[in-house]
C-alpha cells in the first residue's frame, strides 16, 4: 500500500471515498498528525508548516528548519561542554585548545553565559592535577 505507515499521501482515484477506505484513514491520521503538530508548535514553527497540509510534510520541514539551531544545538553543545574532562585528555594544551573550541561552540548556538561559568568549571576540572 503506497504511504502506508509513512506519512505519504495516498492518491484518491474516486472522488467519492468513505472513512473506511484507505485514503479515508490516511486522510483522518493525517488531519489527527497535522492537529497536533498545529496545537504545540509556537508562532514561528506554525509560520513555517503553514504552507502545507500534509503532517509529513510539516514534519520535515520543522525538522529542516530547527534541527541544528536553536535549542537543539544549545543543548548538544552544553553536554559536549559538560562531558569535557581533563583526566581523559592528560594533556594540558589540547585540553585548553578543546575548552575553548567549545565554549565558542555554546556562544555562536547564540546561550551567552557569564565568564564565571566557566572560570569556575575550567578550575574544577583541573583542579585535581594542578592542585595550586
Known amino acids: 500500500m503506497l504511504g502506508k505507515g509513512k506519512g505519504l499521501k495516498l ?10 477506505s484507505e485514503y479515508g484513514k490516511w486522510m483522518k491520521g493525517n488531519a489527527k498528525a497535522y492537529t497536533i503538530l498545529h496545537q504545540t508548535c509556537g508562532t514561528d514553527a506554525i509560520r513555517t508548516i503553514k504552507s ?3 503532517a509529513a510534510k510539516a ?8 534541527e541544528g539551531k ?3 544545538l ?3 553543545s552544553i553536554n559536549e561542554f559538560l562531558a569535557l574532562s581533563y583526566k581523559k ?7 585548553n585548545a578543546l575548552f575553548k573550541d567549545l565554549k565558542t561552540k555554546i556562544e555562536d548556538a547564540g546561550l551567552c553565559l ?15 592535577v594542578f592542585p595550586t
Open 11 to 20: 492518491t484518491n482515484t474516486n472522488e467519492d471515498y468513505d472513512e473506511d
Open 52 to 54: 502545507t497540509n500534509n
Open 59 to 66: 514534519w520535515a520541514l520543522l525538522k529542516d528548519w530547527y
Open 70 to 72: 536553536g535549542f537543539f
Open 74 to 76: 544549545i543543548g548538544q
Open 89 to 95: 585528555l592528560r594533556d594540558i594544551a589540547t585540553f
Open 114 to 128: 557569564q565568564a564565571t561559568f566557566y572560570i569556575h568549571l575550567y578550575l574544577k576540572w583541573v583542579s585535581p
